[in-house]
């Protein structure tokens, strides 16, 4: 009796050693996916202030007004490596943009630019062990509610992540002003799994 009592309690804590090793590694490889390689800031690029909340429209309207300057049909006359640059520009405009007009995204370069980029030293303790357990649990509920196609409970579910990201972008828009980029390092990573939950509710509604 007791020799299976301590059996099941070496299985029990294998499986959690297991579970912790590979919740640490999965955030390591994903955080590192999204680093940025490059110090060039975007914000520059957009002639937008260097802000996590700036504004999408203004940011919007920005864009939209150097793709006009740099639309190709514009430059028809120039010589060939002056069109080149051009077209160029345009493809680092655009760039920026795709970065910027994404709160994630967003957060990332801000770190990098900050000198602060999420690297190999950042690993699953930086959300920590309950924050995983957390979302592998709500994972776990998506999937059953996708299995008996349970629209109202993936609405619902779908509701409260929405919230979730409101307000990890209101807080991460606080610890950048405040020059806290603990904070904003510990954000910017559970904003990658709720954003991720984000696109598996939006798979089933």
């Known amino acids: 009796m007791y020799s299976m009592f ?3 309690e070496y299985i029990m804590r294998t ?3 297991i579970s912790r090793q590979t919740t640490r590694r999965l955030s390591l490889c994903s955080l590192r996916a999204f680093s940025s390689q490059t110090k060039e800031d975007y914000f520059l690029r957009l002639n937008m202030p ?4 700036v504004s999408a429209e203004d940011m919007k309207s ?3 007004r150097l793709m006009k300057k740099l639309h190709p049909d514009r430059h028809t006359l120039k010589p060939i490596a002056e069109q080149e640059d051009i077209s160029q520009a345009a493809s680092k405009v655009t760039h920026a943009y795709q970065v910027l007009k ?3 995204k967003r957060s990332v370069h801000m770190l990098d630019l900050l000198d602060s980029p999420l690297t190999e030293d950042c690993s699953g303790d930086l959300v920590g062990f309950d924050f995983l357990k957390t979302v592998m649990e709500l994972r776990e509920k998506i999937f059953d509610a996708g299995e ?3 629209k109202a409970l993936i609405n619902d579910l779908y509701k409260e992540n929405q919230a979730r990201i409101e307000s990890i972008c209101a807080e991460l828009a606080t610890a950048f002003k405040t020059e806290d ?3 904003a390092q510990k954000l910017t990573a559970q904003l990658q799994y709720w954003n991720r939950i984000d696109e598996s ?3 089933l509604l």
């Open 6 to 8: 301590y059996y099941l």
């Open 15 to 17: 499986r959690l050693f």
């Open 50 to 53: 260097r802000a996590f909340d």
């Open 62 to 64: 920005s864009y939209m």
């Open 102 to 104: 994404l709160p994630h």
């Open 148 to 150: 008996v196609e349970d």
């Open 181 to 183: 980029i603990p904070t």
């Open 201 to 203: 509710l939006r798979h």
